[in-house]
């Protein structure tokens, strides 16, 4: 399955509704097809949705909105989803979630709306309170703007909630995708932002380590019954041997611990087809390995069953790693959380895309002058004269 767009009313962190759409929307030409995942006709998706922003502009808050639909769409119960806490204690948030079926060539809209039930001074229960789910072939699309108007259509399944055997927390979704044995493959790389600790794993792939840090030799997870030996080696020096994987922290930086994280996921989404969330995708990264990291699922040759990374970062220079504007939003806190995407902001293709940002030619990219003159005059009267 792949998500298609995202329109969600009601959520307390953001201003207004949030419009999320995944599809490559400007027009592509021949050299692009190569970048794109093609879905159908002339719908295409982009293999990568970047989220760029100031601090506290939002760019965690939406990666927990998307996490939430596709776990959604994906059968787990609402309040298992450790991203829930998006929903705060909204009475009522309404889920418009489109996506594209691969068995079936369908295109789908699930319409979900989620109450929170306050159980105590600090527990919250979430209940799926109404939910309709609508679909129709691909084939019969036509018009590119009708993609997603289904109000022709009846719904295909309606949430009855006198069936007690249905929990109150899992999307009518779930008899739709076990009928047609589908399911999305998920990584959230979201408690790595500032975390890293690395699994115990027997299969690390040395030119995974070696682009990381060319002077490691060997990296081995030795499992018995008993206990995990980790067997460390840098070159011309004598092997290591540990026995716990918080010890790795003491020999190896933060970046190849991420890295080494990251970039074994990567490989298996990129099997898969399935989504990749990374939350600060700058963090503990130079730019060459960030760069190098989203370059992989832009090869079409490499990526061959679309898998998607969806990342936030601070880095405005990304933005020129892109030709295409579709595929990046720009979030912006405005009294509320605000999204757009950069195809709707910068309309100019002879504009550096980072300097525009950089600027403040964006309402909302760059601290205010404001903020700054206060900031200063804090300073100056805390050092004295």
Do not use: W
């Amino acid at each position: 399955m792949k998500l298609l767009r995202i329109i969600a009313n009601g959520l307390p962190l953001f201003k207004d509704e949030i419009d999320l759409c995944f599809l490559a929307t400007q027009r592509v030409n021949d050299d692009q097809k190569k970048s794109l995942y093609h879905l159908f006709s002339n719908v295409y998706l982009n293999f990568t949705n970047g989220f760029i922003g100031i601090n506290a502009s939002g760019k965690t808050s939406i990666l927990k909105v998307i996490l939430l639909c596709l776990k959604i769409i994906n059968n787990e119960p609402i309040n298992h989803i450790e991203c829930k806490s998006i929903l705060g204690e909204a009475k009522s948030v309404t889920f418009n979630i489109y996506f594209y079926c691969d068995k079936t060539n369908e295109i789908c809209l699930l319409k979900t709306t989620i109450a929170a039930n306050k159980k105590n001074f600090s527990e919250i229960e979430y209940s799926i309170e109404k939910e309709e789910l609508y679909s129709k072939k691909s084939s019969e699309f036509k018009i590119k703007k009708s993609l997603f108007d289904f109000t022709k259509y009846d719904q295909c399944l309606i949430r009855n909630t006198n069936e007690e055997f249905f929990p109150n927390d899992v999307s009518i979704i779930t008899s739709r995708n076990k009928k047609n044995k589908e399911n999305i493959h998920i990584v959230d790389m979201l408690k790595f932002t500032n975390d890293n600790i690395l699994p115990s794993t027997k299969n690390i792939s040395l030119d995974i380590i070696s682009f990381l840090d060319p002077t490691i030799e060997k990296l081995h997870f030795d499992e018995n019954s008993n206990n995990t030996l980790i067997h460390l080696k840098f070159k011309g020096k004598e092997e290591i041997i540990l026995n716990n994987t918080n010890e790795l922290g003491n020999y190896l930086s933060s970046g190849t611990i991420k890295g080494i994280i990251a970039f074994q996921l990567v490989s298996d989404i990129l099997k898969d087809g399935g989504y990749f969330i990374i939350d600060e995708i700058e963090n503990h990264f130079n730019k060459e390995i960030v760069v190098t990291l989203l370059r992989l699922f832009m090869d079409g040759k490499l990526n061959k069953n679309g898998a998607i990374i969806i990342y936030s970062t601070h880095y405005p220079e990304l933005l020129d790693e892109y030709e295409r504007n579709d595929s990046l939003f720009i979030t912006r806190n405005m009294n509320g959380i605000v999204i757009n995407n950069l195809s709707n902001i910068l309309k100019r293709n002879d504009i550096k895309k980072s300097d525009a940002y950089e600027s403040g030619l964006m309402e909302g990219t760059t601290p205010s002058y404001e903020a700054y003159m206060k900031l200063k005059k804090h300073m100056s009267s805390s050092i004295g004269d």
